[in-house]
């Protein structure tokens, strides 16, 4: 009676441990993939900020960075046209870029007019950044030799390609970034504002994972405040 009692045993042993085992591994392929896109978005922020520093700290300049920067991420496209345009839809829609620095605060102390520095020829207030060991080196509130430090955030909404665990991620994501808002208070989420952006505003809809990267470098050319580049339901922030 105790052998036939112990029969099946194994099968529902199994029945309870494959749903987790298959999670597991389901987990381990997308985790692979969003370190690929996350590797892949490093390089292209690099990019996109080696391109700004030397135009202006321009939006339209750092979007061809990312372009140069995203296209090997998406190989599986073999056609380069058609790779290229899938490239172009991916950061056009699901790709926010933050203007950390210069901020307002810095282009309302160290900013000058000047002309021809914008596509149209129109004048425009910008940093210089010739001669900075001679300037002055006070903090208003910073210096102007830090005001000439371009620092963008790039957050870009990545499509989750794995079954079951798709569903998981996304939702994750977007709790987490509800909470954040929920319990953090007004200043702080406007601090927080300057480095990231809500969820819904990278995502646009897609139920993706966001990832994110950071570069800095220096201006090799004067920093341009283009209102224009900045406005609401624009893909950059400038806080």
């Known amino acids: 009676m105790k052998r036939r009692a112990q029969c099946a ?11 987790v085992l298959v999670l597991l591994i389901f987990g381990a392929v997308q985790a692979a993939f ?36 995203m296209y090997p991420m998406f190989s599986q496209i073999e056609d380069p046209q058609r790779r290229m345009e899938h490239t172009a839809r991916e950061v056009d ?16 102390a160290w900013a000058e007019e000047h002309d021809d520095l914008l596509e149209d020829g129109e004048a425009a207030p910008a940093i210089l950044n010739d001669n900075l060991m001679y300037r002055p080196m006070q903090q208003n509130p910073v210096s102007i030799q830090d005001a000439n430090l371009l620092k963008i955030r790039t957050q870009y909404c990545m499509r989750l390609i794995v079954p079951i665990v798709d569903r998981l991620l996304s939702s994750g994501s977007r709790f987490v970034d509800r909470g954040r808002a929920s319990k953090a208070s007004a200043s702080f989420r406007d601090v927080s504002r300057a480095t990231s952006a809500d969820y819904d505003d990278v995502c646009r809809g897609r139920p993706g994972f966001v990832v994110s990267s950071e570069a800095t470098l220096r201006m090799q050319s004067p920093a341009v405040n283009d209102e224009e580049q900045c406005a609401s339901g624009g893909r950059m922030i400038c806080p």
């Open 9 to 19: 045993q194994a099968m529902v042993e199994f029945l309870i441990i494959i749903p």
């Open 34 to 69: 969003i370190y690929s896109a996350k590797t892949g978005l490093n390089y292209a922020t690099f990019q996109a900020a080696r391109i700004g520093a030397v135009n202006n700290a321009q939006y339209a300049d750092m979007r061809r960075g990312l372009l140069r920067g």
């Open 93 to 108: 829609n699901f790709v926010l870029i933050t203007r950390v620095s210069p901020d307002s605060a810095a282009f309302n």
